[in-house]
């Protein structure tokens, strides 16, 4: 996350990419940026987005730890103290945070995949269990030893909101690293070790290629979550985040549901359609799939959604493509021999 001030106001910024150049100029990343929120002096209830979205940057801000947010007048606990002096009122989209440690009562609910599930009840609307969720990232923790253990039971409840099972894991396998702008270089930025994919082969009924149309070979560092329609044309909302598939990051239930435990801080932004269009619930999406869709062969919509006449991006190809037979996923710590675009074999010599 960046905060950058101006003279004139202040941006948010949140995104998916590390501080280096090969993240930047290389590779797939989101970013979301705020409007420039101008100053104010009106209290802080007033100048606050319907999202809450600066109670909300204050909450995770806040969660590093008061020795972290003490001192006012420099690090963490100064910028706590600017968010209050601007106008946040035209930011239209939720934070959804992730915070290292155990959360209890009310508190379970304010990161992780709980809060998602909680904006999800609230803001988007009862959608056909035939609409998958898309998840998508760059690496993968240890999910258990078999796919009820959390993902297809805990986490998919959360990603569901309102009832969905079918389950989209976008995931470069070892070709698409191979043929990629960085060859086997790039899957330094996949961490998925031996030791954690050996104890859920179960995953790969779930995997899909990374298919990007023009930027296919630019290796995916973003990671994105969605609940789209079969075909691709619609979505009920859209998550950018730096959150991977893991239960670090995510939060995984315990004592009896009665504790959310995470290990991660993450950030990501929430879209839903009625924050830009008040009558809409519904995306139309655009992307690298769009020119493949004619408008005849569009998912029938139920009668309670209503599309956004804007046309949201997606950065891959939707319906994602499974992976085929021989696609296995790239494993960071694995020995490769099939040489890649620049000759080289992985890990380097």
Known sequence: ?????????????????????????????GIWMSPLLPPTNAPPSLSDSTTHFREDLEEYLKSYGSAACQNTTSGIGKWI????????????????????????????????????????????????SSWPIIGQFSSIGSLGLQPTDWLTTEWSSSFAGRGARGIRLIFPCVEDVRNSLEGYSAGGCLPYVQRTAYRQPWLRQFLHRWVADAHSRAIPHIKTYSRISPDGCYATWFL???????????????????????????????????????????????????????????????????????????????????????????????????????GHTWPPE
Not at 99 to 119: I, P, V
Not at 277 to 291: D, K
């Open 1 to 29: 996350m960046m905060l950058l001030q101006y003279e004139k106001g202040l941006r948010v910024v949140i995104h998916t990419a590390n501080m280096i150049p090969e993240d930047w100029n290389l590779r797939t990343q």
């Open 81 to 128: 103290g600017l968010l209050n002096r601007y106008d946040f009122r035209l930011v239209r989209v939720f934070l959804i945070a992730s915070s290292s440690g155990a959360f209890t009562g009310s508190d379970m609910k304010k990161f992780g995949h709980l809060r998602l599930n909680e904006l999800l009840k609230i803001h988007t609307p009862e959608t056909p």
């Open 240 to 342: 950018l985040t730096s959150a991977n598939l893991s239960k670090a990051a995510w939060g995984v239930l315990q004592k009896n549901r009665t504790q959310l435990a995470m290990r991660s801080y993450e950030l990501g932004v929430l879209f839903v359609p009625s924050q830009f269009e008040p009558n809409s619930n519904c995306f139309l999406l655009g992307g690298p799939h769009q020119a493949s869709t004619n408008v005849k062969e569009r998912t029938k919509l139920p009668e309670s959604m209503r599309p956004s006449s804007i046309t949201f991006p997606l950065p891959y190809q939707l319906p994602p493509e499974p992976y085929a037979d021989d696609d296995q996923p790239w494993i960071v710590d694995k020995l490769y021999t099939s040489p890649d675009i620049y």
